[in-house]
């Protein structure tokens, strides 16, 4: 059965960082790229970025490139969002997603606010 579980989401004020991570189990990891997506209040999930099996390949919304950094562990099973020079508009619920085997399957999202 595989599992998506996020953590690491909290109050940030702007300009500053968070880590999320998003633990993975049920299938093989390592086979499977991963992506972050986000959905904020009223508007549509969409993606924040995405990393390669191996990790050598990412891509970036460009809303978030040169802020937000993608990377994965294999041996952990686990991959990781590093936001940094976060703004106001980076709040939203936060979802882990891969489309092993096929199909699609998503976390239950971890939220991120970015208020003073």
């Known amino acids: 059965q595989v599992q998506l579980v996020e953590s690491g989401g909290g109050l940030v004020q702007p300009g500053g960082s968070l880590r999320l991570s998003c633990a993975a189990s049920?299938?093989?990891?390592?086979?499977?790229?991963m992506s972050w997506y986000r959905q904020a209040p009223g508007k549509e999930r969409e993606l924040v970025a995405g990393i390669t099996s191996s990790g050598r390949f990412t891509n970036y919304a460009a809303s978030v490139k040169g802020r937000f950094t993608i990377s994965r562990d294999n041996a952990q099973n686990t991959v990781y969002l590093q936001m940094n020079s976060m703004k106001p508009e980076d709040t939203a619920v936060y979802y882990c997603?891969?489309?092993?085997?096929?199909?699609?399957?998503w976390g239950r999202g971890t939220q991120v606010t970015v208020s003073s």
């Open positions: 997603n891969t489309n092993a085997g096929g199909d699609a399957y």
């Open positions: 049920g299938f093989t990891f390592s086979r499977y790229a």
